[in-house]
């Protein structure tokens, strides 16, 4: 009863800090069950999984009622990283856990350092404001470069932001895919720095965008653990509806916290879990 409770709690707060971040509550959730419940590894990512589905599930309609996320980019990045997160769940039990716990620090340290070092671009000036251009353009058909039709990355972009790079952003999602399987995170830990800090779409824009589609990446790896026996269903439960409670408040406040604020928060999670699993790898 007492350890029901207790997993209630942490998946409550690990679903808080996923909605807010985009992490689908997977970098808290595994740390959780492995160091503080003593559950193997392998066990850990199966139940972050399912808690990363919900969590997405429970966020999602939230941002999209508000048009936060970029529904048309996070589904076409989306593409790719189902077809990574097959690949990894593939591999997933062929890898000792001391190998998955030293990569998953690695990849924590770097990603904190990433997005530490990250700085909001400044807003472009230069283009003209469409509203403004209805009325004061002149009746005349417009000619030259406001002629073209909009290609593939405008109909991508926001009205204040535009996505650059997609073919990285593409080789991000297919590795975001693969870590999703390995780590139990959903994905969100590679896509939102992916989105922020090589595609340029804005920090809330690419957390939001990133719980739209961490519950897809979640599914595709978590039907391979549910085959393999990868799931622990008495522990799934609990964190499970934890998380959905913590995921419906963070998506409910997460437009009233300041970007730098969030920003600090992503990167104190990021190097507290990775010196936490490092320290259980070499121990």
């Not at 207790?6 to 595994?30: C, E, M, N, R, Y």
């Not at 990363?52 to 076409?76: D, K, P, Q, Y």
């Not at 939001?208 to 549910?226: R, V």
């Not at 963070?250 to 990021?270: H, N, T």
């Amino acid at each position: 009863m007492i350890e029901g409770v207790l997993l209630l709690t942490g998946g409550a707060a690990a679903g808080l800090f996923g909605s807010l971040l985009g992490l689908g509550g997977g970098l808290l959730i595994v740390p959780l069950l492995t160091l503080g419940f003593g559950l193997a590894l392998i066990k850990a990512v199966g139940i972050s999984l399912i808690c990363v589905i919900v969590t997405s599930g429970a966020a999602a309609g939230v941002f999209l009622e508000r048009r936060v996320a970029n529904l048309r980019l996070g589904m076409t990045l989306e593409l790719f990283t189902a077809i990574g997160a097959l690949v990894g769940g593939l591999i997933a039990f062929l890898l000792p856990e001391r190998v998955l716990e030293t990569l998953f620090a690695v990849l924590l340290v770097y990603v904190a350092v990433t997005m530490a070092r990250r700085r909001d671009p400044p807003k472009a000036a230069s283009a003209p404001d469409p509203a403004q251009s209805r009325t004061q353009a002149p009746t005349t058909a417009p000619l030259g470069p406001a002629a073209r039709p909009r290609t593939f990355l405008d109909q991508m972009s926001g009205p204040d932001y535009r996505v650059r790079r997609i073919g990285l952003g593409i080789i991000g999602s297919v590795f975001a895919g693969v870590t999703s399987a390995l780590f139990g995170i959903g994905g969100g830990l590679v896509k939102v720095p992916v989105m922020h800090v090589i595609m340029t779409v804005p920090l809330r824009v690419a957390t939001a965008t990133s719980n739209l589609m961490i519950g897809i990446t979640a599914s595709a790896s978590a039907i391979i653990y549910l085959l393999r026996g990868g799931i622990d269903p008495y522990a799934a439960a609990p964190t499970a509806i934890g998380v959905f409670i913590g995921a419906s408040i963070g998506s409910r406040v997460a437009s009233r916290i300041d970007l730098r604020i969030l920003r600090g928060l992503f990167v104190a999670i990021l190097l507290y879990t990775a010196w936490q699993m490092l320290r259980r790898a070499i121990a």
